[in-house]
């Protein structure tokens, strides 16, 4: 008899012990006390500098430890978080900006205005929305301790929005001494003014990262709404168990000794969902879009034709499969904008076809001129969903004759190795999958994966012109219905010259304890303060 992988969970469920948990595992996670959460996160935390990268794993650390001027409550409507009250100029180019009182430094030190000017100046070097805010900006200075302006050339009706973004690189506050670097160069020491504070002494680089209770931080005193409002943090430490393993850290979650676990197996959601210990939710309703880089800088993809062929080949039901497997879970998605922004469209589509067009995209790479160049993917053997896709995009692409190798890693090598432009013999790269928010997707300022302005943008650097002349008009569209107009045009040239292409949208949700709760549902990474332990 055959037993498959869902039934020895379910076995495991019901006979309340471990499948295959390490003993170090459980000789690290046995004394849980009340107030600790144990988590098993979404990839291993490699890279800690928010603005260096912007890695999900990162992303959720700097949330942690970090803090931002403005924040998105529930709604998605910019409020103050750092900022204690705020004012614009009646010409609208000279903006006020005083912090509130009580914000120090995790050392001891107070947050002084220096410290977010430079924390401006350095995310305008990184981010799509930070570079428009510098080029519009004439001046940005402190006032004196608590308090600094924006004085701009011309009025930018954007501002709020862009230091609340929520796509691309969030403009988190940092230091004086450590945003005094160059985006280019990562900040390492872990020191913000969040409501977390980074436990450098438990720091198991590899195995566990700790972080502690704030004892300092004073929260704002509006009600918690979403990403906004009050930061109360409920607990006194959040531990982050690095186990690559899904059934591991499944088997773990089953057991109590993990409270949460971000990306549960999508095949075994029914196994989670019938135990009367566990619980499935849904943080982020609008889920992410899985997104395909290609290396635009060299051979074969610098040739749109073999971008072209790209689109046409993958089938996008079929990465759905692998990926998530649950229908109600995986859906298609053929615009840039996503499917649950007021920008999605349907303008440039044609090229979807069910199954992909295998003839079309063999054709394709042939007038793109394409000589049997190795063809490099990226392959993150920790995120099985990436790691399922990444095989079948290589086999998809054997299939037409396409010299398709996968470069397994773990994802932190993924991030590493994407920076290289070079060739593939170089230690460079040709194509590799990674996702972000369909909610971002409506900020084609901010959104990562919305440029096209080359070898300055993001990883795959696509350029285009014609494109990038649209975008930069987005910031000045005063109406939403010249905003969706506007949006048209911009993907009608995006999916002629293909910058990237979409797998489709998955709505992924965590796996918990039902004694955690009070999990902030909001797009982005995890809010962690606010959640308690039964």
Not at 78 to 95: A, E
Not at 123 to 136: H, P
Not at 177 to 187: C, H, L, N, S, W
Request: proline share 6%; hydrophobic share 40%; glycine share 8%.
């Amino acid at each position: 008899m055959t037993i498959s992988r869902r039934d020895l969970v379910k076995a495991g469920v019901a006979a309340g012990t471990a499948l295959s948990i390490p003993s170090v595992l459980r000789a690290q996670t046995a004394p849980t006390a009340a107030r600790t959460v144990r988590m098993a996160m979404d990839g291993d935390l490699s890279v800690f500098d928010p603005i260096f990268t912007t890695a999900t794993i990162t992303a959720n650390h700097a949330l942690m430890i970090y803090d931002t001027l403005f924040a998105r409550d529930s709604k998605l409507t910019p409020q103050p978080q750092m900022v204690g009250k705020w004012g614009v100029s009646d010409d609208k180019k000279n903006y006020t900006f005083e912090l509130r009182d009580s914000l120090s430094w995790h050392d001891g030190t107070p947050v002084t205005a220096a410290d977010c000017v430079t924390s401006i100046r350095r995310w305008g070097q990184a981010d799509g929305g930070g570079r428009l805010l510098m080029e519009r900006a004439r001046d940005i200075s402190k006032k004196d301790d608590k308090t600094f302006t924006i004085t701009l050339k011309e009025p930018l009706g954007l501002l709020i929005d862009l230091m609340a973004t929520m796509s691309g690189r969030r403009l988190y506050v940092m230091r004086e001494k450590d945003a005094g670097r160059p985006a280019t160069e990562q900040v390492t020491a872990n020191i913000g003014s969040g409501p977390f504070k980074f436990n450098d002494a438990l720091a198991r680089p590899g195995s566990s990262f700790t972080y502690d209770r704030n004892e300092k931080y004073v929260p704002r005193q509006e009600p918690l709404d979403g990403g906004a409002g009050g930061k109360v943090v409920k607990i006194d430490r959040v531990i982050w168990d690095n186990i690559a393993d899904q059934q591991t850290a499944l088997a773990a979650l089953q057991t109590g000794e993990i409270d949460f676990l971000q990306v549960p197996p999508p095949d075994l959601y029914s196994a989670i969902e019938s135990d009367p210990n566990l619980a499935l939710q849904l943080l982020d309703k609008a889920g992410d879009d899985t997104v395909l880089r290609m290396n635009c800088l060299q051979k074969p993809f610098d040739n749109v034709k073999a971008r072209q062929a790209m689109l046409h080949l993958l089938d996008q039901e079929a990465f759905l499969r692998v990926m998530a497997p649950d229908p109600k879970y995986g859906h298609t998605v053929t615009s840039i904008f996503g499917n649950s922004t007021l920008y999605s469209n349907d303008e440039n589509t044609g090229w979807y076809k069910r199954g992909g067009d295998p003839e079309k995209a063999r054709q394709l790479f042939r007038e793109a001129g394409y000589a049997g160049e190795k063809v490099v993917i990226l392959q993150p053997t920790n995120l099985p969903a990436f790691s399922n896709a990444s095989q079948l995009l290589a086999a998809t692409l054997r299939k037409i004759g396409v010299n398709a190798e996968l470069a397994p890693s773990d994802w932190g090598g993924v991030i590493k190795r994407r920076a290289n432009k070079g060739p593939v013999e170089n230690g460079g790269w040709s194509i590799f999958l990674t996702s972000t928010t369909d909610h971002s997707l409506s900020d084609p300022i901010a959104a990562l994966p919305l440029s096209a302005n080359g070898d300055t943008g993001w990883y795959g650097w696509p350029k285009n012109d014609e494109y990038e002349a649209l975008r930069a008009k987005w910031a000045d569209v005063e109406t939403l219905e010249q905003r969706k107009a506007l949006a048209r045009e911009m993907q009608r040239v995006w999916w002629d010259f293909v910058g990237d292409v979409r797998l489709g949208q998955i709505v992924s949700p965590i796996a918990r304890r039902k004694t955690l709760t009070g999990l902030i549902e909001m797009p982005g990474p995890v809010a962690m303060w606010n959640m308690q332990k039964a």
